[in-house]
């Protein structure tokens, strides 16, 4: 059990830029959480996928995010026409079951410039 | 919805103090978990304690334990003889026993223990 695992680290990009995140989760962990984190804040809530299926997202989460979970394994988030607002640190979690503890990744930090 | 609310920004105690961090939270909910996580600095987050709303029982996880009073809906964490490695933000976090549950976390306390 390696942990989450969350790829890039750090992203830098310039503003109206696509961007695209990777979470690979603890093995067989059907339940994956996108969570944003702004500097100074708690975690927001994201979307979430029980297996391949998205159940539930966000109002923060507009039209020019999109996530997917191919085969129920890992979760690509990608981020369309990034604007400066984008910029946070973006965390991927998962969990094993309903109740279950969710185990964080390390983050991918997203600058906009 | 539900809400969590830390009202302590930072705190900052001497190494082996003890030390009381606080959160209240608001919710319908009769069945749900409480999380306490850790995020050191530059480094990812981490879960410290987690209580379930049924069990009376405060939760006790080494130095770490919590007093969980769900008629107030208060879950503060008490970190005994605290050390160096303690130095992080805590966020404590609801979750709803059905759906997809989410966590919903509090705004965090930063935590400096000195030497």
């Known amino acids: 059990d390696t942990g989450v695992s969350q790829d890039p680290r750090h992203k830098i990009t310039k503003r109206g830029q696509n961007v695209t995140f990777r979470c690979d989760p603890i093995s067989e962990h059907n339940r994956l959480y996108w969570y944003r984190q702004t500097l100074g804040q708690g975690p927001e809530f994201l979307t979430y996928?029980?297996?391949?299926?998205?159940?539930?997202k966000s109002r923060l989460l507009s039209d020019r995010f999109s996530a997917e979970r191919p085969k129920g394994s890992f979760s690509t988030l990608e981020i369309q026409r990034t604007e400066q607002g984008d910029s946070a640190m973006y965390l991927c979690?998962?969990?094993?079951?309903?109740?279950?503890?969710?185990?964080f990744g390390p983050g991918t930090r997203l600058t906009v410039l | 919805a539900q809400t969590v609310t830390q009202s302590q920004p930072e705190m900052s105690v001497q190494e082996a103090e003890t030390v009381t961090l606080s959160c209240t939270y608001d919710t319908s909910e009769n069945n749900y978990y409480l999380f306490w996580y850790k995020q050191p600095p530059s480094r990812q987050m981490i879960l410290v304690i987690r209580?379930?709303?049924?069990?009376?029982q405060n939760a006790t996880e080494n130095r770490f334990s919590v007093n969980f009073q769900k008629a107030a809906k208060s879950f503060s964490l008490k970190i005994s003889d605290s050390q160096l490695g303690d130095t992080a933000m805590y966020f404590c976090?609801?979750?709803?026993?059905?759906?997809?549950?989410?966590?919903?976390f509090g705004q965090g306390t930063r935590l400096t223990i000195n030497p």
């Open positions: 209580q379930e709303a049924y069990k009376q």
């Open positions: 979690a998962s969990s094993s079951d309903a109740g279950d503890t969710q185990y």
């Open positions: 996928f029980q297996n391949e299926a998205q159940l539930e």
């Open positions: 976090a609801f979750m709803k026993q059905r759906g997809a549950q989410k966590l919903v």
